[in-house]
């Protein structure tokens, strides 16, 4: 009897289609019901957001928390959300609804390329695993109630991911040029990824050892990303005089500076100061006065603060459970530390795009201790977590399956 952990399921198509059919009904279901039955919060944010996108199509100022033109977000958002008021006429009807459910579509395509990635690496036991972890993770789908970036960008990025290795299997410039358009989306929507274009490469010249497949590979993704942020930096040299490739927010990263968010702790006179300029004075004062506090915050500290809790979307009432409250955080604290053991795992499968999956996760990670930590920003990483976790998980099941097999039954004695 074939073991549902073997790869062979791969043959069983008519009860893996039933069964992926099964996870997807259950995922939609839990995000319409969940878009139907509540009562959605507006974040700071999202109120903000609305005012930009209004006062774009009503006077054509493309400003952020200002009346004047800057380039205070960049433009994956607001594009959006603009397209979406223009078409459902805003004046008449709220378009809040129409951006939710396109997120709920949004986030079933990205649920389906999480089945597709850990297909593609663990079998399709780790898929279906992913999958189905993917359908019932409840910030997944608390997101779509949110008027925000997680679950657009959310998408975008795992799709490159996925277009990214694809690229590096190819090798063809269709494929590296689609990736670059990805990731410049994904970097239209949140800059903090624009990176990792840098470190997918870096870690296809390690596998190959090839500096000119790698460098022509980079170019044309780099072109294809170029593409997509090309409008935007014309848009920015033109209105702004000066070169923006994403963003000029400052705000995240002078907010980073307070270990453990205390903004009263008065170690910086801020009067007549820009944020930058009090940023810069409180990490030259922490890391020289007070050492152990600010490497612990920007280590541990903001580590614990972002992959701590799950992301709660924007908040909603009556509170919709998607699984009993006591085991809620519970799931993603165990899904967050059994990514330590996938980390150990993808490090012994240093030639596959595991180990791709998890640098993208560390660098990650690493990136979000610059600026001010928040649960928020765990949201983008957990499809890989996710991903990595199943892979790696269903591969140690394999292994002690197959350990216990072979004890079970020793291979018979050479006669003589």
């Not at 805003?90 to 389906?112: G, N």
Request: include cysteine; charged fraction near 15%.
């Amino acid at each position: 009897m074939q073991s549902f952990w073997s790869k062979s399921i791969r043959g069983n198509k008519p009860a893996v289609i039933i069964l992926l059919l099964i996870i997807f009904i259950l995922a939609a279901y839990l995000r319409v019901d969940f878009l139907r039955s509540v009562q959605h919060s507006v974040s700071t944010d999202s109120k903000q957001y609305d005012i930009m996108v209004k006062q774009i199509l009503e006077k054509g100022v493309y400003g952020y928390r200002s009346t004047e033109s800057n380039a205070q977000v960049s433009p994956g958002l607001p594009m959006f959300m603009a397209a979406v008021y223009k078409l459902v006429d805003y004046k008449t009807h709220d378009p809040a609804p129409y951006i939710r459910y396109i997120q709920v579509v949004l986030s079933l395509i990205t649920l389906f390329l999480i089945y597709r990635l850990a297909r593609r690496m663990g079998g399709t036991a780790a898929g279906l695993l992913a999958a189905f972890i993917g359908a019932i993770y409840p910030p997944f789908i608390w997101s779509n109630g949110a008027v925000l970036t997680e679950v657009m960008c959310t998408f975008f990025l795992v799709s490159y991911l996925y277009l990214q290795i694809i690229a590096f299997e190819k090798k063809t410039w269709k494929w590296a040029l689609a990736s670059g358009t990805l990731i410049g989306l994904t970097v239209l929507t949140r800059p903090e990824f624009l990176p990792l274009i840098f470190v997918c490469h870096a870690i296809y010249f390690l596998w190959t050892r090839k500096w000119k497949d790698t460098l022509k590979l980079l170019v044309i993704t780099a072109i294809g990303a170029g593409i997509i942020l090309s409008p935007w930096m014309i848009r920015n040299i033109i209105t702004m005089k000066q070169v923006i490739i994403v963003a000029t927010q400052v705000n995240p990263f002078a907010a980073g500076t307070y270990p453990y968010n205390n903004y009263l702790d008065g170690m910086v006179d801020r009067h007549g100061k820009t944020q930058i300029e009090v940023a810069k004075e409180r990490l030259k004062i922490g890391f020289t006065e007070k050492p152990g506090l600010f490497l612990k915050w920007y280590t541990i500290g903001k580590l614990e603060y972002i992959y701590g809790k799950m992301y709660f979307g924007a908040g909603h009432k009556p509170y919709y459970s998607v699984f009993p409250y006591a085991i809620r955080n519970l799931f993603h604290q165990c899904l967050v530390l059994f990514f330590l053991i996938a980390l150990i795992g993808t490090a012994r499968r240093f030639r596959r795009p595991e180990f791709l999956l998890a640098s993208s996760v560390v660098v990650m990670s690493l990136i979000r201790l610059v600026f001010v930590p928040e649960f928020r920003y765990n949201y983008t990483a957990m499809p890989v977590i996710i991903i990595l976790d199943c892979v790696i998980g269903v591969a140690m099941i394999r292994w002690v399956y197959s350990r216990y097999k072979g004890r079970k039954n020793p291979a018979p004695a050479l006669s003589e």
